[in-house]
């Protein structure tokens, strides 16, 4: 499966981006998909995670303000960031696998090259 993340740029805080996960390859749907975001000199942080049948889990920091969706017929998935903060800048990242723990790295087997989501205060 290759991924390719897009849609960061530079937003006001307070403001909205929607990132997009577009995947080719083996079936897009038999993954779980995740958003992964990272600072320099950090680790990478679990964001939201969607199951193969529909289910979401999302860090306590971006709870009630992400919605992360998948659109299999399509091979994409989403997140929809809204009330970004500052702290919300980082490169994101998408991933997929099939055997996933949910609120880490762990299991996910294919990553995207991540695109910059810059919030400015």
């Known amino acids: 499966v290759q991924l390719q993340a897009s849609g960061g740029g530079l937003v006001q805080a307070g403001g909205s981006l929607r990132l997009s996960c577009a995947a080719s390859?083996?079936?897009?749907?038999?993954?779980?998909l995740g958003w992964f975001r990272q600072t320099p000199g950090k680790e990478r942080e679990f964001v939201a995670a969607?199951?193969?049948?529909?289910?979401?889990f999302y860090a306590d920091s971006v709870k009630g303000r992400f919605t992360i969706s998948r659109d299999n017929a399509k091979n994409t998935g989403f997140l929809q960031m809204n009330s970004l903060k500052p702290e919300d800048t980082a490169v994101y990242y998408c991933?997929?696998?099939?055997?996933?723990?949910?609120?880490?790295?762990?299991?996910?087997?294919?990553w995207g090259q991540g695109t910059q989501v810059t919030v400015s205060s």
């Open positions: 991933a997929t696998g099939s055997q996933i723990t949910i609120g880490t790295p762990r299991g996910y087997e294919y």
């Open positions: 969607i199951s193969r049948s529909g289910g979401t």
């Open positions: 390859g083996r079936s897009f749907s038999s993954y779980a």
